[in-house]
């Protein structure tokens, strides 16, 4: 019977590291079931860090999973017989196992700590730099995210490059946004936390009222993304989702020149 | 029941309090059942009740299974029961509340008080040699203290909103500006952290003050070691959470302004001045408490399952004082990696990465429990029953559990899979995978301590077989769906366009969850037949070295006859020379 047992321990790493594989690789029953496709430049490091994680995940899962399935395997012994079970060999430490293992995996740790670290910068730190009267100032926003209970507000930079202008362009549920260059986004909520997360572009961040935030992305193709709240903020925190519109630069100055100055801009005003 | 399985035949022999003399039968009855102030009582208060919610919070899970592989349909049987008014089905509003009643009960009604309720207090005192704990009526009073704190969830989920609905991390503003039954959860909440601090006190104080002569700290067992670090996690991260909790209380009632920012828009119509607060400051603090409390919920674990294994194994513990020292690094550790959860929360992307090197550290000494773990069984004879098979599942998905963890330690990975599925795949590996069938296998272990009698072992492994397949089963695909970005917290995650294609995982899944549940109805007539038609136990049936099976089965009040002399550590099996493959910690050398 403990063999079975053995075969059964045995089975964890072997059909845990087959199914992820294929579910990496793509291969049908599995396919689709990895990171999503990625049009985001700073996407791609972060896929390259997962990969490599994995990989030390899957040594680490095989091999103590292996031992764990060997040691059953091997020195699985008979049931409770109530006799004297001698023969179990008497160790109770050893310094130098317990040292090798630890500095190993320190090493490890060590190395993805500082791994890490650029892409973290790339997509948290850094906000892409431009150059505004001689200076390199961190770029402004493209436009204005406003998160609410359970919707999202857009408002596009008018031509004047600047938000809370009268040329603002407002949308609901619809971003439109160029690809091929790097995106400021200041993001905003009106009543509970929420979350602006993509996963087109591997990018995630809370939405806390009160605050602003700030993302950066550098889009890759002309694609429509799904924006959606990750973060709880209700009964209908489900149905809250948007539309990004990625278009080329001359497309997006086309539209933005058209839409501008927004005419319910004034209606709202009014309104309110 | 007094007959056999809880004998009372102590009760002359070393009573040590009042109430066993009382010629009132039913004042005997009270004090010694209910009122009592025997730890093995209260120990086994904690252990019925936390088993009672652990099916409610495991009922909650299904039907939460259920709206995600067949969303907005009836749910058979009980449906119209429940939903009458719905037409049978779940309302967005009662999933958010499924949810989180479900993590709500199963964190601080089952996990935290069966692992230091129930096993902390039943195997302490016994375990270090000591009649009781140090403080018995402070202890009965721990577990009275649990009572309001269910009265305040069931009147919670007698509300015409069906209870709280925010998640069981109740962030503010939507804690506070939305949140039914808030009041109830926090105040039931309260309760419990009071419950669990006496509790905490009362461990620290026993394990330092009433072990028996020759019981050194280093010859305690682990289950003792890891109830005593918890207890130490507890009593410093516990008052912090109910600060909070009293804080989002009054946010609530009182309008104080500590988590409430100004110019709020509740329905995005009504702008609230909120004096100026900050909803971060909840997160730090919530999480302050609820990252130790991970701990909290393992560590004990790990402690009977080193025992277990050990003596399974016929084998001493491999590397012991590592084991231990491991131990004190996590709960160390544990103070200062709490951001881990807010990675993405909008606080400094500066401290993310020093709560990012610390998370990491963190993982080593889990490593090091892991790789002993596999000494202390490798070239042992292994004894293929219940506990140990429990015992060893525990490690399996230990290592899934915690290697998960190092994609969230990453800040950039964790960016894109906080928030999913991938996150409910990893702390259901360590809680459930580990915690609860490590429970599992305690519970087969120390029975027929408890009540004199055995479980039946085959259809222990049979639960175990069960059990380790469906576990696998539910919660091995979620990592594929949060790597997907499919979001936790979601009643309807296929509005989504790019989640459609993941509805037949979720139904595999919902199956999964099904025939895990069967698994534990095995456990349960288990149980419950072998409280009373159990094979009667020998004291010592697993041949076992700690000082609680030197005591006849279910211990008189005041455990022991004589305190006994502790002569050598708890895991000296096959010792080279001794003529029986185990040698107590209390049989005085030749
Ligand atoms: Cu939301
Ligand atoms: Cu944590």
Same mark, same amino acid.
């Given at each position: 019977?403990?063999?079975?047992?053995?075969?059964?321990?045995?089975?964890?790493?072997?059909?845990?590291?087959?199914?992820?594989?294929?579910?990496?690789?793509?291969?049908?029953? %599995?396919? !689709?079931?990895?990171?999503? @496709?990625?049009?985001?430049?700073? !996407?791609?490091?972060?896929?390259?860090?997962?990969?490599?994680?994995? !990989?030390?995940?899957?040594?680490?899962?095989?091999?103590?999973?292996?031992?764990?399935?060997?040691?059953?395997?091997?020195?699985?012994?008979?049931?409770?017989?109530?006799?004297?079970?001698?023969?179990?060999?008497?160790?109770?430490?050893?310094?130098?196992? =317990?040292?090798?293992?630890?500095? @190993? @995996?320190?090493?490890?740790?060590?190395?993805?700590?500082?791994?890490?670290?650029?892409?973290?910068?790339?997509?948290?730190? =850094?906000?892409?730099?431009?150059?505004?009267?001689?200076?390199?100032?961190?770029?402004?926003?493209?436009?204005?995210?406003?998160?609410?209970?359970?919707?999202? =507000? %857009?408002?596009?930079?008018?031509?004047?490059?600047?938000?809370?202008?009268?040329?603002?362009?407002?949308?609901?549920?619809?971003?439109?946004?160029?690809?091929?260059?790097?995106?400021?986004?200041?993001?905003?909520?009106?009543?509970?936390?929420?979350?602006?997360?993509?996963?087109?572009?591997?990018?995630?961040?809370?939405?806390?009222?009160?605050?602003?935030?700030?993302?950066? %992305?550098?889009?890759?193709?002309?694609?429509?993304? =799904?924006?959606?709240?990750?973060?709880?903020?209700?009964? !209908?925190?489900?149905?809250?989702?948007?539309?990004?519109?990625?278009?080329?630069?001359?497309?997006?100055?086309?539209?933005?020149?058209?839409?501008?100055?927004?005419?319910?801009?004034?209606?709202?005003?009014?309104?309110? | 029941?007094?007959?056999?399985?809880?004998?009372?035949?102590?009760?002359?022999?070393?009573?040590?309090?009042?109430?066993?003399?009382?010629?009132?039968?039913?004042?005997?009855?009270?004090?010694?059942?209910?009122?009592?102030?025997?730890?093995?009582?209260?120990?086994?208060?904690?252990?019925?009740?936390?088993?009672?919610?652990?099916?409610?919070?495991?009922?909650? #899970?299904?039907?939460?299974?259920?709206?995600? #592989?067949?969303?907005?349909?009836?749910?058979?049987?009980?449906?119209?029961?429940?939903?009458?008014?719905?037409?049978?089905?779940?309302?967005?509003?009662?999933?958010?509340?499924?949810?989180?009643?479900? #993590?709500?009960?199963?964190?601080?009604?089952?996990?935290?008080?069966?692992?230091?309720?129930?096993?902390?207090?039943?195997?302490?005192?016994?375990?270090?040699?000591?009649?009781?704990?140090?403080?018995?009526?402070?202890?009965?009073?721990?577990?009275?203290?649990?009572?309001?704190?269910?009265?305040?969830?069931?009147?919670?989920?007698?509300?015409?909103?069906?209870?709280?609905?925010?998640?069981?991390?109740?962030?503010?503003?939507?804690? &506070?500006?939305?949140?039914?039954?808030?009041?109830?959860? +926090?105040?039931?909440?309260?309760?419990?952290?009071?419950?669990?601090?006496?509790?905490?006190?009362?461990?620290?104080?026993?394990?330092?003050?009433?072990?028996?002569?020759?019981?050194?700290?280093?010859?305690?067992?682990?289950?003792?070691?890891?109830?005593?670090?918890?207890?130490?996690?507890?009593?410093?991260?516990?008052?912090?959470?109910?600060?909070?909790?009293?804080?989002?209380?009054?946010?609530?009632?009182?309008?104080? /302004?500590?988590?409430?920012?100004? /110019?709020?828009?509740?329905?995005?119509?009504?702008?609230?001045?909120?004096?100026?607060?900050?909803?971060?400051?909840?997160?730090?603090?919530?999480?302050?408490?609820?990252?130790?409390? +991970?701990?909290?919920? +393992?560590?004990?674990?790990?402690?009977?399952?080193?025992?277990?294994?050990?003596?399974?194994?016929?084998?001493?513990?491999?590397?012991?004082?590592?084991?231990?020292?491991?131990?004190?690094?996590?709960?160390?550790?544990?103070?200062?990696?709490?951001?881990?959860?807010?990675?993405?929360?909008?606080?400094?992307?500066?401290?993310?990465?020093?709560?990012?090197?610390?998370?990491?550290?963190?993982?080593?000494?889990?490593?090091?429990? &892991?790789?002993?773990?596999?000494?202390?069984?490798?070239?042992?004879?292994?004894?293929?029953?219940?506990?140990?098979?429990?015992?060893?599942?525990?490690?399996?998905?230990?290592?899934?559990?915690?290697?998960?963890?190092?994609?969230?330690?990453?800040?950039?990975?964790?960016?894109?899979?906080?928030?999913?599925?991938?996150?409910?795949?990893?702390?259901?590996?360590?809680?459930?995978?580990?915690?609860?069938?490590?429970?599992?296998?305690?519970?087969?272990?120390?029975?027929?301590?408890?009540?004199?009698?055995?479980?039946?072992?085959?259809?222990?492994?049979?639960?175990?077989?069960?059990?380790?397949?469906?576990?696998?089963?539910?919660?091995?695909?979620?990592?594929?769906?949060?790597?997907?970005?499919?979001?936790?917290?979601?009643?309807?995650?296929?509005?989504?366009?790019?989640?459609?294609?993941?509805?037949?995982?979720?139904?595999?899944?919902?199956?999964?969850?099904?025939?895990?549940?069967?698994?534990?109805?095995?456990?349960?007539?288990?149980?419950?037949?072998?409280?009373?038609?159990?094979?009667?136990?020998?004291?010592?049936?697993?041949?076992?070295?700690?000082?609680?099976?030197?005591?006849?089965?279910?211990?008189?009040?005041?455990?022991?006859?004589?305190?006994?002399?502790?002569?050598?550590?708890?895991?000296?099996?096959?010792?080279?020379?001794?003529?029986?493959?185990?040698?107590?910690?209390?049989?005085?050398?030749?």
């Amino acid at each position: 019977m403990y063999r079975f047992w053995g075969l059964l321990f045995f089975a964890v790493p072997i059909v845990g590291t087959i199914v992820y594989a294929l579910a990496m690789l793509g291969v049908a029953p %599995f396919a !689709g079931l990895r990171l999503p @496709a990625n049009y985001n430049q700073a !996407g791609v490091e972060i896929a390259h860090l997962y990969n490599v994680i994995h !990989g030390i995940m899957a040594v680490v899962f095989v091999s103590t999973g292996l031992l764990l399935g060997w040691s059953v395997w091997r020195f699985g012994g008979r049931q409770l017989s109530g006799g004297q079970e001698l023969g179990a060999r008497y160790f109770t430490h050893s310094n130098l196992l =317990e040292l090798t293992w630890s500095v @190993a @995996a320190a090493g490890i740790l060590v190395f993805l700590s500082l791994y890490q670290l650029n892409s973290w910068a790339e997509n948290k730190l =850094e906000r892409p730099l431009v150059e505004i009267a001689g200076r390199m100032q961190p770029q402004p926003p493209l436009a204005k995210v406003v998160a609410k209970r359970f919707g999202w =507000e %857009f408002y596009h930079a008018g031509p004047d490059g600047r938000l809370d202008t009268p040329d603002d362009v407002y949308l609901e549920n619809l971003l439109h946004v160029p690809f091929g260059e790097p995106v400021v986004l200041q993001l905003e909520s009106r009543d509970v936390i929420h979350s602006f997360f993509v996963p087109g572009l591997r990018l995630k961040q809370d939405i806390v009222p009160g605050m602003q935030h700030f993302v950066w %992305f550098k889009a890759t193709s002309p694609v429509e993304l =799904e924006i959606i709240c990750s973060e709880l903020c209700g009964w !209908g925190h489900y149905t809250m989702q948007a539309r990004m519109q990625l278009v080329s630069r001359s497309d997006y100055d086309r539209w933005l020149a058209e839409q501008s100055p927004w005419k319910g801009f004034a209606a709202k005003e009014e309104q309110e | 029941m007094t007959a056999d399985g809880f004998s009372l035949s102590g009760e002359t022999s070393a009573v040590h309090e009042p109430h066993g003399s009382s010629s009132n039968p039913l004042v005997r009855f009270l004090g010694t059942w209910v009122f009592s102030r025997d730890h093995k009582v209260i120990g086994l208060q904690f252990l019925f009740s936390s088993l009672i919610w652990l099916g409610i919070g495991g009922l909650l #899970a299904l039907a939460i299974r259920w709206q995600l #592989a067949w969303p907005w349909t009836e749910i058979p049987i009980i449906g119209r029961t429940l939903f009458a008014a719905e037409g049978g089905q779940i309302t967005p509003q009662f999933y958010n509340v499924l949810f989180t009643m479900h #993590a709500t009960i199963m964190i601080f009604f089952v996990v935290v008080p069966i692992l230091t309720g129930a096993f902390g207090n039943y195997l302490i005192p016994l375990m270090i040699g000591a009649r009781d704990m140090a403080f018995p009526t402070m202890n009965m009073l721990s577990y009275w203290l649990m009572w309001p704190a269910f009265g305040c969830m069931i009147w919670a989920m007698a509300t015409p909103e069906r209870g709280p609905d925010f998640g069981w991390t109740a962030y503010p503003p939507l804690s &506070v500006l939305f949140g039914d039954a808030q009041s109830l959860w +926090v105040l039931g909440l309260v309760f419990v952290g009071i419950s669990s601090m006496l509790g905490s006190i009362n461990y620290i104080t026993t394990v330092l003050q009433l072990r028996a002569p020759g019981m050194t700290l280093f010859r305690m067992p682990m289950t003792v070691w890891g109830l005593f670090i918890t207890a130490i996690l507890q009593a410093f991260a516990l008052p912090v959470l109910t600060a909070a909790l009293v804080m989002l209380l009054l946010e609530k009632v009182f309008q104080t /302004g500590f988590f409430l920012p100004n /110019g709020l828009e509740a329905n995005s119509i009504q702008p609230l001045d909120g004096s100026g607060g900050q909803p971060l400051l909840w997160q730090h603090l919530f999480w302050f408490y609820s990252h130790p409390a +991970v701990y909290i919920m +393992v560590l004990p674990a790990m402690g009977m399952v080193s025992d277990m294994l050990s003596c399974g194994a016929r084998k001493p513990l491999f590397g012991y004082r590592p084991m231990i020292y491991s131990m004190i690094a996590i709960s160390g550790l544990g103070f200062i990696v709490w951001g881990h959860h807010m990675f993405v929360s909008g606080m400094s992307y500066f401290l993310s990465v020093s709560f990012m090197i610390s998370t990491m550290l963190i993982a080593l000494p889990s490593g090091v429990k &892991v790789f002993n773990w596999l000494g202390t069984i490798w070239g042992g004879k292994l004894r293929m029953d219940s506990p140990t098979l429990f015992g060893l599942g525990f490690i399996s998905m230990f290592i899934i559990g915690g290697l998960s963890g190092l994609l969230m330690a990453a800040t950039p990975v964790d960016m894109v899979i906080t928030d999913t599925y991938f996150i409910v795949a990893h702390f259901h590996y360590v809680l459930f995978g580990s915690s609860i069938l490590g429970v599992f296998g305690a519970i087969y272990f120390w029975f027929p301590k408890m009540f004199g009698r055995m479980m039946n072992d085959f259809w222990g492994q049979v639960h175990f077989f069960l059990s380790f397949i469906f576990v696998n089963g539910t919660f091995f695909p979620m990592h594929f769906l949060g790597a997907r970005g499919f979001l936790r917290r979601t009643a309807d995650p296929y509005v989504v366009e790019g989640f459609r294609d993941l509805l037949p995982v979720n139904q595999f899944i919902t199956w999964c969850a099904f025939g895990m549940a069967a698994a534990q109805v095995i456990f349960l007539i288990n149980f419950l037949g072998s409280l009373f038609w159990g094979r009667k136990a020998e004291a010592n049936p697993w041949r076992a070295n700690s000082l609680e099976w030197t005591v006849p089965n279910s211990p008189p009040h005041g455990n022991f006859a004589e305190i006994p002399q502790v002569y050598r550590g708890p895991y000296e099996y096959s010792y080279p020379g001794h003529d029986s493959d185990y040698w107590p910690q209390s049989e005085a050398p030749a």
